[in-house]
C-alpha cells in the first residue's frame, strides 16, 4: 500500500509530538531528581554546621561551668540553661536530618547523645557538689577526669558523624551533577533528534510535492495528447465529410452525364453498368453518412430537454411513412425523458425503420410499448417479421454487420450498432428476443433518473 | 435571376463542382454568366476590382485552399460594398458549427451539396427560383 503525503506527514508529526513529549518527561524526572539532590546537599551541609555547633556548644558550656567553679558568681551560670536547650533542639534537627539514613550515622548519633547526656550530669553533679561542699571538692571532682574522657567520647562521634555527613553530601553532589549532566544530553538529544526528523519530513514532502508535480505535468501531457487525439477525430469527421464525399459526387455527377449525354451509344449491359455505378456512389455516400452519425454520438453534445415520446415517436412514424400494409401501434402512453431530441429520434428511427424495411408479412403489425421497470424505462418494438436466428444477436449491433445482401435490402449496417452506442452512453441496454417467421422484439432500457413523466397501460393510438 | 445581366459569383476549387454548377445552371436555363475562382482570395481580388462587374449572387464553398469560405465572410461581410451582396453556402459539410459561423456571418442561405446529380439540380432550381422573386437593393 502507498502511503499519501497527509499520512506520511501526519505519522512523521505524530512521531515528532512524541519525541518530544517522552523529552519532557525525562527532562521533568531529571529536573527533579536535581532539585531533590540539591536540598540533600544543603541539608547534610545544615547538619555537618549543626554538628560543630553543638560541639562548640558543649564546650562553651564547659568553661562557663569552670569560671563558676573558680569565681563562685552566680551570673555565670545563667546561660548554661540556654545552651543546654539549644544543644537539645541542634540534636533534634540533626536526628531529623539523618532520620533515612541507614550507615550507621544513627548509631553514632545515639553514642553522641549518651556522651553528651553522661558529660551534662557529671557538670550538674560537679556543680552540685561546688555549692554543697565548696570549691576544693569540686576542684577534685573536676580533676577526677571522667568528664574529659566524656569529651573526647563526644569529640570523637562528631568527627565521625562529620565524616559520615560529608561522605553523603559528596554523594548528593555528585547526584545532583549527574542529574544535570543527563539534562543536557537529554536536550541536546531531543534537539538533534527532533531536527533530523524534521529534515527528513521536510525531505518527504520536498520529494512527494516533485513527484505530485511530476505526475500533474505527465497528466497535462496526457491530456494534451488526448484533446489533440480528439481534435483530430473531430478533423477525422469533417475530412470524412467533405474530401471524401467531394471526389464521390464527383464520380456520381459524371457518371450521371455519362449515361444522359450518351444514352444512345450505351448498350443494355453498359447502361445497367452505368446504373450499378450510380448505385453504388449512392451506397458509399450513405455509408460516410452512417459513419459521420455514429462518430458523432458522444462527441457532438447537444442540449438536454424534456422530450414527450409520445410526440417524438409519432413524428418518427410520420417521417418513415410506412406502406398501408403495416399498421405501427403505440401500446401506452409513453413517458418524457430528458435527454438529446436527436439521440432519442436516432434510437426510435432506426429500430422502427428496420421493422419496417425487413417487413416479409402481407400484413405487418409493429407495436410500440413501454413500462416502468425499477428505476429504468423498459421499451419495446416488436414485429411480425422475418425474425432474427438467436446465433446472430451479437453480431447485429457490430458496425457494418448485416444480415441481408446490400443489393436485396440496401442498408449500411450502421443503424443498430448506432442504437446501442446511443443507449448504452444513457446508461440503457439494449436486446432482442425473436423466433424465425414470427418476429422479433427489440428491448432497450433508459434510466428513469431522466426521465419526468409517468406511463400507464392500455392508451391505443 | 431577377437580373439576368449581372454574373453568378462561383466561388469553388473542386472542378467537377464546377462542372456540376454549369451543367445545372444550364439544365435549368439560367443564362446570367458564371465567375469562376478558386479560393476566398480570389474572390475578394475579383469583388475589390473596380473593373469586374458585381455578382447578383455569390455560390460559396467552405472547404477552399489559402482561404476559406468562413474566412472569406469574415472580410466580405465588414465590407460595406460587398456585404449586401447574398451569399448562398454551397458545401458538403453537415458540422453544426459551420451552419452556425456561416449564419452569424449574415449568409442568405447554407445548401448541402448531395451526392445525387439529379438533386443537385433541384436544389440549383430551387436556388434560382428564389432568387428570381426576391427583390435585391441596387
Known sequence: MKWSIEHKALTGFTVALVIIAAICWLAYQSTVGFMHASTRAARSQETITALEEIFSLMNQAETRQRIYI???????????????????????????????????????????????????????????????QGFEQARLKLMAGDGEREMDGIHETVMQLEKGETARMQQWIEASRENADRMLVIFFVALVSVAILF??????????????????????????????????????????????????????????????????????????????????????DSLIDGILQYSRVGRVKETVIAVDLNRLVREV?????????????????????MTEPTRIQQVFQNLLSNAIKYMDKPEGAIRIACVAEGRQWKFSITDNGPGIDQQHFEKIFQLFQTLAPRDRVESTGVGLALVKKIVEMYGGRIWLESTVGRGCTFFFTLPRTVASAGSTKGNNT | MKITSKPILLVEDDQVDVMTVMRALKEIHVTNPVVNLENGEEALKYLHDPVSKKPCIILLDLNMPIMNGIEFLQVAKRDD?????????????DEQQDKVNSFDLGVAGYMEKPVDYRQFVEVMRTIDAYWTISELPQ
Do not use: C
Request: charged letters at 30%.
Open chain 2, 81 to 93: 460594398r460587398l456585404k449586401r451582396i447574398p451569399v448562398v453556402v454551397l458545401t458538403t459539410s
Open chain 1, 199 to 284: 529534515a527528513v519530513l521536510f525531505l518527504f514532502i520536498v520529494r512527494e510535492m516533485a513527484e505530485r508535480k511530476q505526475a500533474e505535468k505527465k497528466r497535462a501531457l496526457l491530456l494534451h495528447e488526448l484533446e489533440s487525439a480528439n481534435e483530430e477525430l473531430r478533423n477525422f469527421g469533417y475530412v470524412v465529410s467533405h474530401d471524401l464525399k467531394a471526389p464521390l459526387r464527383a464520380i456520381g455527377s459524371l457518371a450521371d452525364w455519362l449515361s444522359t449525354d450518351y444514352a444512345d451509344k450505351f448498350d443494355d449491359e453498359g447502361k445497367e453498368h452505368m446504373r450499378l455505378l450510380i448505385g453504388r456512389v449512392r451506397r458509399l
Open chain 1, 70 to 132: 573558680i569565681s563562685g558568681e552566680q551570673r555565670h551560670l545563667a546561660p548554661r540553661r540556654a545552651y543546654i536547650d539549644h544543644i537539645h533542639t541542634l540534636l533534634a534537627k540533626v536526628h531529623d536530618a539523618i532520620a533515612d539514613d541507614n550507615s550507621g550515622q544513627q548509631a553514632l548519633l545515639r553514642r553522641m547523645n549518651e556522651h553528651i547526656d553522661a558529660r551534662l550530669a557529671l557538670l550538674e553533679g560537679v556543680l552540685k557538689v561546688r555549692r554543697e
Open chain 1, 317 to 337: 412514424i410520420d417521417l418513415l411513412a410506412p406502406p398501408p400494409s403495416i399498421v405501427v401501434t403505440i401500446e401506452n402512453q409513453m413517458p418524457t425523458v
